[in-house]
């Protein structure tokens, strides 16, 4: 059996990887100041950075049931004879619900995952499933797997302000520290697909510091089932902080630590400054 792998433009994932696994991924979509852009497709996190700093208008939109419909046609063309598809939390985004609309219209199986995560956190998962397709696991294991490696992933986020996830609605059990004095700085992280807080620190170096402290602790205390793991960095117009921070990672890791802008869709909700780290354990 031939399965194919979905994900979507928040993975971030870059070309040559997409080509590399033979990963297809359905953009999700950018409006600034009542233009339409479609991620990946000349709006990446640079054309989000530019609207934040003159305060453009920005709002994100899913991908419709029917874009769904079409790359799950477009796989089976292809040859798949079945296929994954691994996308945002639920929790933050309509688009797992436009995948599992499209799903019951294809014309192979199609197995939906919530990964309940952003970033990277979705791609290294959509990354180990195109792995195990290609070793020729069967359709329920290479699910089996994601599922197992989502639910072990984690996300922290620094935020400079919780402004913009406020005003996006996705400011979950954070929405607590509205109001904090501006010397605080939120260190925030995905449960069960939702954005909760995590800590207060004080001063962004500290919190940056404690994204690393928090992180090495993870990588040290790994399940009994992986077979390493995966960190990612991700920033938004934060590379002077974000590259360090992966430097240092990279020392006291025994395993890649990549360092990424983060996705257009997602920095139009998270806001400048933002620094995210993702913690995935591989399965053997």
Partial sequence: MSTAVITDSTATLPAAVVAEHGIRVVPLQLV??????????GADASVVVDALHRKAEISTSRPSPATFLRAYEQAAKGGADAIVSLHLSGGLSGTIEAARAAADEAPVPVR????RSVGMGLGFAAIGAARDAAAGRELPEIVERAELRCGATSVRLVVHSLDRLHRGGRIGGARALLGSALAIKPVLHMVDGHVEPLERVRTAGRAIARLQELTVAECEAL???????????????????????AAALA????????????????????????????VSPRPR
């Fill in 32 to 41: 600034i100041d009542g233009g339409e852009r479609i991620e990946g497709d």
């Fill in 112 to 115: 939906v995952v919530d990964s």
């Fill in 223 to 245: 399940p009994d089932w992986a077979d390493g793991v995966e960190v990612g960095v991700h920033h938004l117009d934060a590379a002077t902080r974000a590259e360090p921070l």
């Fill in 251 to 278: 020392e006291r890791i025994e395993g890649p630590v990549e360092l990424a802008p983060m996705s257009a869709v997602i920095g139009a909700h998270v806001g400048l400054g933002t620094i995210g780290v993702v």
